[in-house]
């Protein structure tokens, strides 16, 4: 049985953002927050010449591409995520479902609730698709730059990219507190690289620099409106790892993520586009691989290795998103239980998903054998980062009007100039579906299905727990001078608020009894990370030794329904582990065709509460203090 139920009430909470210092942070961002956006460089400009969509290596072609990537780099990331979309933080926490929580809370249940959702986990679904190609287009880009520094090494590419890959899964589950110490100085130290290699180049040709004339995109279009239309596919893996900039808000903080990219990320990035374009002037056949041309000779296989801990840093950061974000969909009720392993006695937001991570592995692994090269990965890739680009722009939309109360002229505004923006980049993408984009679509579709099917099934089953409950105050009159009581606590746990939850009714039917003290025991998630001790529970007396109690919890936070116990002291005693008994119901769910889902997402939906982590595990329950008892029900 699932006990969480999402809520759309607001609390008094903490913030839950970082307390370090805003250098230190910066830092920490820069390893982690940019390092997927950081190994762009490696094959955004080759897959706008040498791609699906072949350019003529042209003074032209090389302006009005370059022009495109600092404008989209300005647009995209500075504006929209940056300025606006970072500013949307839910008591510090950033992300797809942090902003659906943070609308859903504030708009309650109106028209447009199932509007947000349906974006907000769409948004979720295709993040998904991002984990997966992320770490496999980005290996395997910088170890393709061995055949730079040996055309002989070719047939070594896909073994060592693999070999890579399935370490990195592997030792996942140790934690990433010491690799991730690694991070910041790593990334520094390539960012450096990145802007040197950079200036050596347009050193050649100073007047590169003029790319920042949007005359130059303009240019492009007109010259062949078809073709440049085409190039925005390729365009836009510039800006790939945008999204991480607000995903990762809550762990480095708005401030600091800004500084990182104003000051630090964003110039090295620039100098190093800036730089290949030069080199692509001077030498048109560079266009092949321009990142590991602009080294000199001597220096490619340490820049191979560096771009190499680079794209692994840069897998990380989005392994642990995929980690972070499934954690809040099972908070948030949208994915049964799952077993979460906390690889960090220090931090709490650094967790291990098995389920997940060897999910996104064969998945990497799959996608590395299947398209066997970067640029077919890289017809995948876009798909996926601008669909969540333009979703993000439509939440952007009712997050600026319902929200924050902009003047209607002012949030329609902004919010057309990003959807045009980040539509003609989907639009783009969505012409590379046959060539590979099917494959994020593809994982996206099987995510929102799952993730819809949870949220439905469970409210469907609530709904028919709640019309077959008794009311509790009729079920203790009806019971507290028939039974005998026996000493000590009994703990039963429900899904909802109202009513005698399954196992007490199972319990009272089989075996004749009722222990002095009964506690009902409902478990909420609200839409804020994070809650203040004070608002952790709430006690109703029914008398007769029968009590109410309601835990409450931030979609951030795990439940350990024992320690939390301990904080209650209004249920006549405290609540200790040896005089307590916890009840559990679990059902069998039988589809039916009763309203509610087709038949085949009910059969999904009762297989995945079948396979859903036990509660004992989920809520940090003793085992040897769990009685379960079964009953059918009908969907």
């Not at 090389?62 to 949307?88: D, P």
């Not at 989005?318 to 972070?324: D, K, L, Q, Y």
Request: hydrophobic letters at 50%; a neutral charge.
């Amino acid at each position: 049985m699932v006990l969480m139920e999402q809520t759309g009430e607001d609390g008094a909470h903490p913030h839950s953002g970082p307390r370090q210092g805003t250098g230190a942070l910066a830092l920490g961002a820069l390893g982690v927050v940019f390092g997927d956006i950081g190994t762009s460089p490696l094959y955004a400009l080759k897959e706008s010449f040498v791609g699906h969509h072949p350019l003529t290596v042209d003074p032209l072609h090389i302006f009005g591409v370059l022009s495109l990537i600092f404008w989209t780099m300005t647009l995209i990331v500075t504006v929209k995520y940056v300025f606006i979309v970072m500013r949307a933080d839910n008591h510090g926490e950033g992300g797809s479902m942090a902003l659906l929580a943070l609308v859903r809370r504030t708009l309650g249940e109106s028209r447009w609730t199932p509007l947000v959702a349906t974006l907000g986990v769409l948004a979720t679904a295709l993040f998904y698709g991002d984990a997966i190609i992320t770490p496999a287009i980005s290996v395997l880009s910088a170890v393709e730059g061995l055949t730079v520094v040996e055309a002989g090494m070719t047939p070594l590419v896909l073994p060592i990219a693999i070999v890579i890959l399935v370490a990195l899964f592997l030792i996942q589950r140790h934690g990433t507190a010491r690799v991730g110490a690694m991070f910041g100085p790593v990334m520094v130290v390539y960012f450096l690289v990145l802007a040197a290699l950079g200036i050596l180049n347009i050193l050649r040709h100073p007047d590169i620099v003029a790319i920042v004339n949007p005359v130059w995109a303009v240019r492009f279009f007109a010259l062949d409106p078809k073709l440049a239309f085409l190039a925005l596919g390729s365009v836009v893996l510039a800006v790939t790892g945008a999204e991480a900039l607000y995903a990762d808000m809550g762990h480095f903080g708005r401030k600091a993520i800004s500084i990182a990219w104003l000051y630090a990320a964003l110039p090295c990035l620039l100098l190093n586009y800036l730089g290949q374009g030069a080199l692509m002037l001077d030498r048109p056949e560079a266009a092949q691989n321009p990142f590991f041309l602009m080294a000199p000779e001597w220096a490619r296989l340490p820049l191979v290795i560096l771009a190499t801990l680079a794209t692994i840093i840069a897998s990380q950061a989005v392994i642990s998103g995929a980690f972070s974000v499934t954690q809040q969909a099972v908070q948030l009720g949208f994915l049964p239980r799952l077993r979460i392993q906390h690889t960090s006695a220090a931090a709490a937001g650094q967790i291990y998903v098995p389920l997940v991570n060897f999910a996104l592995l064969g998945f990497v692994i799959l996608l590395v054998l299947g398209f066997g090269n970067s640029t077919d990965l890289a017809a995948a890739y876009g798909i996926a980062v601008t669909g969540t680009m333009f979703i993000t722009a439509c939440m952007l939309g009712i997050l600026t009007y319902k929200v924050w109360k902009w003047p209607p002229a002012v949030a329609g505004g902004v919010t057309a100039l990003f959807l045009i923006v980040d539509g003609a980049y989907f639009a783009s993408n969505a012409t590379k579906i046959p060539d590979g984009g099917w494959f994020p679509l593809l994982v996206a579709a099987i995510a929102f299905v799952g993730l819809t099917t949870w949220a439905t099934g469970r409210r469907i089953m609530r709904e028919r727990l709640r019309d077959g409950a008794m009311e509790l105050d009729l079920f203790i009159r009806s019971t507290m001078n028939s039974l005998k009581r026996v000493p000590g606590t009994a703990i039963f746990l429900s899904s909802t608020t109202e009513g005698v939850p399954p196992a007490m009714l199972h319990n009272v039917k089989h075996n004749r009894i009722l222990h002095e003290r009964n506690i009902i025991l409902t478990v909420k998630t609200y839409g804020v990370p994070h809650l203040h001790a004070t608002q952790r529970s709430r006690v109703e007396d029914h008398g007769a030794g029968f009590y109410r109690v309601i835990l409450s919890h931030g979609f951030m936070e795990e439940v350990d329904i024992p320690a939390a116990l301990k904080g209650v002291h209004d249920c006549c005693g405290p609540i200790t582990i040896k005089d307590s008994s916890y009840f559990l119901s679990r059902q069998t769910l039988v589809p039916s065709a009763r309203p509610g889902m087709a038949i085949w997402r009910e059969k999904l939906f009762a297989w995945m509460v079948r396979n859903a982590e036990s509660p004992m595990d989920f809520f940090k329950l003793p085992v040897n203090r769990v009685v379960e008892l079964g009953s059918q029900l009908e969907i």
